[in-house]
């Protein structure tokens, strides 16, 4: 039997999940056993443990877990039966001899279990071990310890509760304190059912045991969410909170407990009634039916002889004892005037434009003009420009106009609407649309308006950190300005795309919002799966390429630690080496695309295609692809031809960038490190041997998973035509797709 047995609830929070789960299996401490507990399918039979692990990308990442280490055991519950129902299904899945409870996305810090674990073995036999906890705020701020002072006064070995009746357990989170696990089921103690279940159980084991100890540090770092506790959101879940007092109060009374205990009960469990009266937002317009119920409670449950406390506290009392709620209501001050936070927002630079856009924000949305734009107004390119191609097709009905800078007029199709950005026309639209379509993020001062639709569909897969998760690497975060400003451009998205199920829970670290994923594929990729063999000769003719070469496409990505474009390899030497007829397409990063060639080589055999509208089409004509740690890697992946990383300074990007996961371990082909093992490579016939051929073949199985060629009319579908989700043309799967056909002939996974 484990000393330990934590469970871990996973639901919401897949992103962050394998972060909570290396906080417990790095413990010094390791004897335990690690229950993640994660989604299982809805039925009407009665609540089990459900499917080992469960099912969707949290049960993915427990399963890895599970095969890498056995004493993850993952179990199931799902959702509806919400976190007390996850918790009891850890419950009955638990062997240890003590239980603990970790959320999805806290930690266990370091050196917690082997300080549980002596802290038991002092105070042998104790039922509940209440101990402190880090509380972290998301972004900005110093972490406080909230439990500390609750635990202050208390005996220093094992007591019982009466010895400290102000531990009553309301005011603990679950994970807050360890549980003996037979003390657990010869109570039958199971999480309450509905919302606010941590007040529920936290009170009933509490009155349920006889022996209590605390252990006075920090053993959880609970990581506040940007978006605050669902517990907080309005509606009629609050009424909720009045049903566990309800439980807990009723349960205390059944117990005889002495005077002193149902008082500091009772009067925490008032407390944060009060404080959910407060706040007549959150109830909904339920806020006097609450006060009301709030009110019968109180006079059904106070104590005999109940003095209230002194102050306004006591007046508080006295008024929800009364149900006098207009009263209660002015005295708390809730009629506060709102900040107008459009005041707040930066405006359009001149002063006419500047009151022309207040003006046409005042006028209706037009339901049928969608603004589309692209790395910040580059030109007519990526997910936007494949969106808007099939709206033209599958919503005529739609007036799409796309953005572009001053001078980039040049890159959109002459049959394409377009405007320029910062102009007065570009204001109008901006204020006017219900649809707004962006792989970057719309200027600072565009107001997102009630019933507008703004789509983040992005511009790559990330390997390297993104959002607020480049915070921590200095070089990139002097670069990225504001992250408080990001972030309010983040609070615009009502949708955001992915290609595949590790975006999904990148861009929830990266970019917390509320938000809706749609796990659609890139419409940019659809491409690679419709072009044709015409298309791809006719593509490689119009970038003049040799015919009968083999085109390597050498795509590095940017250095946020250098300024200006460098290559990283000599391209006439690599063309010497990797053999005559090698023909070297270069596409530098788009910071860099200039215009200007900045390569030309000899003998026509380097071409420097940087400046080309679109990087699906040099991905089209070329046979092989040369990168570093470019997304560029994951998108021509769809096509299954071969793919070699020139991974020269692999170390000092990874600590000056940061990256999401080692591509050193997973690479989709070989690796190289000098120009030498490169060219090697290429003369041995490496990247077209069967290593490579199985390294590709799990590359795509995780990273295009959702780009089948239809990514684009899902997106339409959904968002312009507001077709419902389940209508949506599913994901073909990737054994069933045929990508586009290479010019040459290469071996395909």
């Not at 309005?234 to 149902?262: F, K």
């Not at 991974?647 to 996961?661: H, K, L, P, Q």
Request: charged share 25%.
């Amino acid at each position: 039997m484990p000393r330990f047995s934590i469970i871990v609830p996973s639901h919401g929070v897949a992103g962050r999940l394998s972060e909570a789960l290396d906080s417990v299996l790095s413990q010094s401490f390791g004897d335990l056993e690690l229950i993640p507990v994660c989604d299982t399918p809805d039925d009407d039979g009665p609540p089990g443990p459900g499917p080992a692990g469960g099912t969707g990308e949290a049960a993915r990442v427990a399963a890895g877990y599970a095969a890498r280490d056995c004493r993850v055991t993952p179990a199931g519950s799902p959702p509806s039966a919400g976190p007390g129902g996850a918790r009891n299904a850890g419950l009955r899945a638990a062997t240890g001899a003590y239980v603990l409870f970790l959320d999805g996305d806290d930690l266990l810090l370091p050196g917690a279990l082997a300080a549980l674990d002596a802290r038991l073995t002092e105070t042998a036999g104790v039922d509940v071990l209440y101990t402190e906890h880090e509380r972290t705020p998301w972004w900005e701020g110093e972490p406080g310890n909230p439990a500390a002072p609750l635990l202050a006064g208390a005996p220093k070995g094992a007591f019982a509760p009466g010895d400290a009746p102000e531990l009553t357990g309301v005011l603990f989170p679950a994970w807050s304190a360890v549980y003996r696990r037979t003390f657990l089921a010869e109570h039958e103690l199971v999480f309450p059912d509905g919302h606010f279940t941590d007040l529920g159980w936290g009170g009933l084991t509490t009155i349920a045991a006889r022996r209590l100890a605390v252990l006075r540090r920090p053993v959880v770092r609970h990581r506040l969410r940007r978006q605050g506790s669902r517990l907080n959101l309005p509606g009629p879940h609050q009424h909720a909170l009045l049903d566990q007092a309800e439980l807990v109060l009723t349960r205390a009374a059944e117990s005889g407990l002495p005077e002193p205990r149902v008082r500091a009960l009772f009067e925490q469990l008032c407390a944060h009634v009060l404080r959910t009266a407060s706040r007549p937002e959150r109830l909904a317009g339920g806020h006097r039916a609450f006060f009301r119920r709030a009110g019968r409670l109180y006079r059904r449950h106070r104590p005999a002889g109940y003095t209230p406390p002194g102050g306004s506290l006591g007046v508080q009392h006295r008024l929800l004892a009364t149900g006098a709620y207009t009263a209660f209501r002015a005295l708390r001050g809730t009629n506060q005037a709102a900040a107008g936070a459009l005041e707040r927002l930066p405006r359009p630079r001149m002063l006419r434009t500047r009151l022309r856009y207040a003006r046409d924000l005042r006028r209706p949305l037009d339901p049928h003009l969608a603004v589309f734009c692209a790395y910040w107004g580059r030109g007519y390119a990526c997910n936007p420009a494949a969106i808007h191609a099939k709206a033209r097709e599958l919503a005529p009905h739609i007036r799409s106009v796309f953005l572009v800078e001053a001078g980039q007029e040049h890159t959109v199709p002459a049959d394409v609407e377009h405007a320029v950005i910062g102009s007065r026309r570009a204001w109008e639209l901006l204020a006017r649309a219900t649809y707004l379509i962006n792989n970057a993020n719309f200027a600072e001062g565009v107001v997102k308006r009630a019933g507008s639709v703004h789509v983040q569909t992005q511009h790559g897969t990330p390997l390297k950190t993104m959002g607020v998760d480049q915070s921590t690497y200095p070089v990139v975060a002097a670069r990225s300005g504001s992250f408080t400003r990001l972030l309010g451009r983040v609070d615009r998205w009502d949708f955001n795309l992915s290609s595949n199920r590790h975006s999904t829970q990148m861009w929830e670290r990266a970019f917390p919002g509320s938000y809706e994923h749609l796990e659609y594929g890139y419409p940019r990729n659809d491409v690679y799966c419709t072009a044709t063999a015409d298309d791809v000769a006719r593509i490689r003719r119009e970038l003049g390429v040799p015919e009968g070469s083999t085109a390597v496409l050498y795509a590095p990505t940017h250095r946020d630690h250098r300024t200006g474009f460098e290559s990283g390899l000599d391209l006439e030497a690599f063309c010497e080496a990797a053999g005559e007829d090698v023909v070297v397409l270069l596409r530098a990063h788009y910071f860099y695309d200039g215009g200007a060639a900045r390569h030309p080589g000899r003998a026509g055999r380097i071409l420097d295609v940087s400046s080309h509208r679109s990087s699906e089409d040099v991905c089209l004509a070329a046979d092989v692809l040369v990168t570093d740690y470019s997304s560029i890697m994951f998108d021509y992946a769809n096509l299954d031809r071969p793919i070699v990383v020139y991974a020269d300074d692999w170390e000092v990007y990874r600590e000056t960038r940061g990256v999401y996961f080692d591509l050193m371990a997973e690479p989709p082909g070989p690796v190289a490190r000098t120009p030498g093992e490169l060219a090697a490579v290429f003369r041995d016939g490496a990247h077209t041997g069967p290593e490579s051929t199985a390294l590709r073949a799990a590359f795509r199985e995780r990273f295009c998973e959702f780009d089948d060629g239809r990514a684009a009319e899902r997106v339409v579908r959904r968002v312009l035509l507001g077709e419902p989700a389940e209508q949506v043309p599913p994901v073909i799967p990737l054994a069933e797709r045929r990508p586009a056909p290479a010019a040459a002939t290469l071996v395909r996974s």
